[in-house]
């Protein structure tokens, strides 16, 4: 484990540069697995330590979170917005060359337990109906939970189905029931592709029950279910849910 590694799981990996754009298309998602004990808090410590300098050469959405409930516990996950390739590849140079970053990291692997186990990263592109991340304009009294879905399909033109039918009625019926996703992605290079995968922030586990109850049971939803069924087959055949929390110090909230 040394600096790049580091600059690397917070979505600052050199790649090949293309025309810059203004809306944030590329997205890094990484899942660090960590053990009970010292690990949690030492990766927190260092990763808010180094916010500030993140913060300002990331031009896109940043997000720090705790695993609350998914496959592997301790974990913490982090998404990292960019414009494009260019943008990624500016900001990890300007990370690896900043003294502050390179005496913290050396600082965090010191000792005879590193800050994680092991790290899975994820490149993602947001899709042409994925919104952008905004902001919000008040921290909330008490911490939204966040969900991330992950929907595999088992081909290329069965996933092409799943986005079209998100981007076209599924969309309006999460919405009218009380699901807002701020994210919609295809993965680029990461596991279980084809799929799609989404970020949705709740206020509290009870308003998450109750949306994914009333999509359930929406007869518009078992319309267009059994609709894409008869076109495309079972067009998702595999489900991950990760549910997470913001750290205090995350961006995104």
Not at 50 to 55: E, I, K, N, T, Y
Not at 80 to 86: Q, R
Not at 148 to 154: E, F, G, I, N, Q
Not at 192 to 201: A, D, K, Q, R, V
Request: aromatic residues 10%; glycine residues 6%.
């Amino acid at each position: 484990m040394d600096r790049r590694t580091f600059v690397q799981a917070m979505g600052a990996a050199p790649l090949l540069a293309t025309p810059e754009a203004k809306k944030t298309r590329l997205y890094r998602l990484t899942y660090y697995y960590l053990r009970m004990g010292d690990q949690p808090a030492k990766l927190s410590q260092f990763l808010a330590s180094q916010m500030p300098l993140v913060r300002k050469v990331v031009p896109g959405p940043i997000g720090v979170f705790n695993v609350f409930l998914g496959a592997h516990l301790p974990a913490m996950v982090t998404l990292v917005g960019y414009p494009g390739y260019a943008e990624m590849e500016a900001a990890g140079k300007t990370i690896l060359g900043d003294p502050g970053f390179q005496k913290a990291s050396d600082e965090v692997q010191q000792g005879p337990e590193p800050p994680y186990d092991r790290s899975d990263v994820v490149l993602l592109e947001a899709t042409d109906y994925s919104p952008e991340i905004v902001p919000l304009a008040a921290r909330p009294k008490v911490s939204r939970i966040f969900e991330l879905r992950v929907y595999h399909s088992p081909t290329v033109r069965q996933n092409r189905l799943l986005h079209e039918r998100f981007a076209g009625s599924e969309i309006k019926i999460f919405h009218r029931v009380g699901v807002h996703p701020i994210l919609y992605s295809s993965t680029l290079i990461g596991p279980n592709m084809p799929n799609l995968t989404y970020l949705t922030p709740f206020a509290t586990l009870a308003e998450r029950e109750k949306a994914w109850d009333a999509f359930g049971a929406d007869p518009d939803w078992i319309k267009v279910r059994k609709e894409s069924i008869d076109r495309g087959g079972q067009i998702t055949n595999q489900i991950s849910i990760t549910l997470l929390r913001p750290t205090d110090y995350s961006p995104i909230q």
